[in-house]
């Protein structure tokens, strides 16, 4: 099948596939729109099954920075690369380098950055192949602390923010008592918890890797929850922090949760569960909006003047937008991602 005949390509500008035998890395660079500006994703390293389902998170990835980096009034488009590989198993200084290389190939038309299963550490090596790595000359840091060019703290902070601002408007109440359910305890998901466990909220856990989850039941007081059942949880908020497709026709059933916000891209399986969650009562909160920190960070990071306090109030715009998509989606009686897709658009279509 033809890249342009998959069911994710989306007009789509750009993509590329590269092979590396000697160092071992099999990888793929989607760029989806660069009417904004260059595209800016993270590299994700994942033990995809195969070449096709590497495919399908590619484009799916890439096309939500479009409308993230829109949403979060960034002149930056979108693009996403995939490395089809276990990074606890089979990664090398070698095959970060020539994934450098493969950057560069592209001359500029994407800026790639820190994803699943990629540290600063590697990105530090692709640099040495590539001027278009971004996160590796960090500057600033939301909170003031000393900056190492991760952009997971902004990340986590922004959904902290977002998912705020989702039950105040939802739920009409403070995050002090709220009951949240994390799925993922990843560099995300673990500093979401801290915030949350700062405000006060119940917090359930759930990872397939035990070391977040041991720490959140350790520092947090968090309830370690088994992963098959942490979706189903009868709780306040539910939070999906790992891989996308989370909300399907399998586990929207069991959802008790009335608010879905979470760190996760591509958190619905398709479109119209949106739909169905709003039949539901479940507010959501979409997820390339809320999850927008770290793509602000590292926009904040290639420019020429900015600040620890206009990075964090930029990141704190989160959650003014989430509610005008919600008061939007009201008004209309629309579900929040179609909302949250038509301003997206708007935006991003104005150059095109």
């Not at 640099?127 to 600033?140: F, H, L």
């Not at 923010?161 to 993922?184: C, F, H, M, N, P």
């Not at 006060?200 to 959140?216: N, S, T």
């Not at 507010?283 to 020429?304: C, K, S, T, W």
């Amino acid at each position: 099948m033809s890249v342009f005949d998959h069911p994710e390509f989306n007009n789509h500008e750009h993509v590329a596939f590269y092979h590396d035998e000697k160092a071992g890395l099999s990888a793929i660079i989607a760029v989806h729109n660069t009417n904004l500006g260059p595209a800016l994703g993270g590299c994700r390293m994942w033990p995809y099954v195969n070449s096709g389902e590497a495919l399908t998170d590619v484009l799916r990835l890439s096309k939500g920075m479009t409308y993230k980096a829109a949403m979060a009034n960034l002149e930056l488009g979108g693009g996403k690369s995939v490395i089809i590989g276990d990074p606890r198993k089979a990664k090398s200084p070698e095959m970060m380098k020539a994934m450098g290389k493969f950057v560069e190939s592209l001359g500029g038309k994407y800026f790639t950055a820190e994803d699943s299963g990629i540290s600063v550490t590697d990105l530090q090596t692709m640099a040495t192949e590539s001027d278009y790595i971004a996160g590796v000359n960090a500057k600033y840091h939301y909170a003031g602390e000393v900056p190492d060019g991760n952009p997971a703290p902004s990340t986590a902070y922004g959904v902290f923010v977002g998912l705020k601002a989702t039950v105040e408007y939802g739920l009409k109440r403070s995050l002090d008592g709220v009951s949240v359910a994390i799925q993922g305890m990843g560099h995300v998901g673990y500093r979401l918890a801290k915030h949350l466990h700062e405000h006060g909220a119940k917090l359930y856990v759930a990872d397939i890797y035990p070391e977040g989850v041991e720490k959140a039941v350790s520092e947090f007081g968090a309830t370690a929850v088994a992963p098959e059942e942490i979706l189903s949880l009868d709780v306040d908020v539910l939070a999906p922090c790992a891989l996308g497709a989370a909300i399907n026709d399998l586990s929207l059933p069991e959802i008790k949760a009335k608010v879905i916000a979470g760190a996760a891209n591509n958190q619905l399986a398709r479109e119209d569960i949106g739909e169905l969650l709003q039949q539901r009562g479940i507010l959501y909160a979409p997820d390339y909006v809320i999850n927008a920190g770290g793509v602000i960070d590292i926009f904040h990071q290639r420019m020429e003047s900015s600040s620890n306090e206009a990075l964090r109030a930029h990141i704190e715009q989160i959650g003014e937008t989430l509610k005008e998509i919600y008061t939007r989606a009201e008004q209309e009686g629309a579900a929040t991602n179609r909302v949250a897709n038509l301003i997206a658009e708007e935006r991003f279509s104005l150059k095109g």
